[in-house]
T-cell receptor, first 111, second 117 residues
């Protein structure tokens, strides 16, 4: 079963613009991760934020986590056409490495 | 270092048949997890193996099974295939299976796309 919801389900922007995706989850977590998937292929890990962290940066990516609201957001700055993909949040429970995924956001960056 | 390798990449089977999918994790990774991805249900956890033992299992019928070998390679088997089993099956490996470090990051293979006719 899905952990929660992501919104928007689809996002279309122009190159150079910023893209923000949101994720909500339902249970207590150890960490939250974001993955990217290109055209039904394997998932690529982007960034991990622990439950005791509020914000994390990696290159053009910025992730926030609000455990009181059980929500996270992923910001991609200065987007490129190569960023076109589906983006998934996934939570990891304290007890193991099982990932519970959100529904995903399909991002299209137009050149 | 080679990534996670899944074979075959594509499979076409008919209802009632069985299928075995293979996954070779990144060298040194002992945890292997399997996920099913469908347009309707999204990404769902099937099971996880660590040191040849199934540590965690998702909510799938007993037709779905798996195993892990001493070299950490893993296979999953689906018996008596149904049309609804058509999906992308993803394997992921990680260094550890618990804890609070980035050793929990999972590295995914390209997947096996199974079509059941």
């Amino acid at each position: 079963s899905q952990q929660g919801e992501e919104d928007p389900q689809a996002l279309s922007i122009q190159e150079g613009e910023n893209a923000t995706m949101n994720c909500s989850y339902k249970t207590s977590i150890n960490n939250l991760q974001w993955y990217r998937q290109n055209s039904g292929r394997g998932l690529v890990h982007l960034i991990l934020i622990r439950s005791n962290e509020r914000e994390k940066h990696s290159g053009r990516l910025r992730v926030t986590l609000d455990t009181s609201k059980k929500s996270s957001s992923l910001l991609i700055t200065a987007s490129r056409a190569a960023d076109t993909a589906s983006y998934f949040c996934a939570t990891q429970e304290t007890s193991g490495s099982r990932l519970t995924f959100g529904e995903g956001t399909q991002l299209t960056v137009n050149p | 270092k080679a990534g996670v390798t899944q074979t075959p990449r594509y499979l076409i089977k008919t209802r009632g048949q069985q299928v075995t999918l293979s996954c070779s994790p990144i060298s040194g990774h002992r945890s292997v997890s399997w996920y099913q991805q469908t347009p309707g249900q999204g990404l769902q956890f099937l099971f996880e193996y660590f040191s040849e033992t199934q540590r965690n299992k998702g909510n799938f019928p007993g037709r779905f099974s798996g195993r892990q070998f001493s070299n950490s390679r893993s296979e999953m088997n689906v018996s008596t295939l149904e049309l609804g089993d058509s999906a992308l099956y993803l394997c992921a490996s990680s260094l550890a299976r618990s804890g609070t470090t980035t050793k929990n990051i999972q590295y995914f293979g390209a997947g096996t796309r199974l079509s059941v006719l």
